[in-house]
């Protein structure tokens, strides 16, 4: 019934949509409403850049909606902090595998055909919806302030020698064992490693994903934690999607690998300890 709906708020979470089919537009504005969303429509790649500024938590997009100008406005949000909070999901037709291949290049997180992504749209909703609501809250302790595990340290060596598969291994120990929102800190560096790993592998797409994955979860936690520059390694890992965003599948090999993020971190923490 009408009543059991929660209305749109300024508060709720920014859905964009750019879609011509006006029955499914409805639908989207109606699931949207069910979750407590705000959905903005937009039909030119200005009026979706406009609403990328505001930082949504979801942009739908459908391939061939008119102006292809889409690709270009997606690929520069994608290589910032908001992009990166954001999920981008572009839907069509599963034969048109040229406009397919385009919208992931451009930084879509994922491109389904309609049928897929009209099945998906409540949870989709839902998830953004939770997940808006949970932004802004970082973490200030919940294990931050305490001394790194030993173990920990022994991943982030190898990380910093380039021994990415290596420090997945060490730091997934380290995660799995840590029940504490703090284990943010060990899964977003073992994702920047594997990010890294595909780079050297020339798997553009699974750096992509792997960043993607991880800068999110660094952005939870304080700028220092367990000793660990956590902000300047996010910047880093910012940077390197950026330019991995810039450069495409098919000139990963150029990029330098001076923009592999390194990890700082305060062998003896807290001070005084």
Request: proline share 5%; glycine share 10%.
């Amino acid at each position: 019934m009408a009543e059991h709906s929660p209305s749109p708020t300024d508060a709720g979470p920014l859905v964009v949509a750019w879609t011509q089919d006006l029955f499914f537009g409805v639908r989207i504005e109606d699931i949207s409403r069910r979750v407590g969303a705000r959905l903005r429509l937009v039909g030119s790649a200005g009026e979706l850049a406009a609403a990328l500024a505001e930082g949504p938590a979801l942009v739908l997009i459908e391939l061939g909606a008119g102006d292809a100008g889409w690709h270009e406005v997606v690929r520069g949000f994608k290589g910032t902090a908001s992009g990166q909070r954001s999920l981008v999901v572009a839907f069509g037709s599963h034969l048109d595998v040229a406009a397919r291949r385009a919208a992931r290049q451009a930084g879509s997180d994922h491109v389904w055909a309609k049928s897929h992504l009209t099945a998906e749209l409540p949870a989709l909703l839902a998830r953004a919806s939770a997940h808006v609501q949970g932004e802004g809250r970082r973490l200030t302790g919940d294990g931050c302030d305490d001394a790194l595990p030993a173990e920990a340290s022994r991943g982030f060596a190898e990380f910093n020698r380039g021994e990415y598969f290596a420090q997945h291994e060490t730091l997934e120990g380290v995660w799995f064992a840590e029940k504490r929102p703090v284990r943010d800190l060990y899964q977003g560096i073992l994702q920047l490693g594997l990010a890294c790993y595909h780079v050297e592998q020339g798997n553009w797409r699974g750096a992509v994903k792997m960043l993607r994955r991880a800068l999110p979860r660094l952005a939870r936690l304080p700028e220092v934690c367990q000793g660990v520059q956590v902000e300047t390694l996010r910047q880093a890992g910012e940077a390197m999607l950026a330019e991995l965003t810039r450069l495409g599948p098919e000139r990963i090999a150029e990029l330098d690998r001076r923009l592999f993020p390194r990890i700082l971190w305060q062998a003896s923490y807290p001070p005084g300890a």
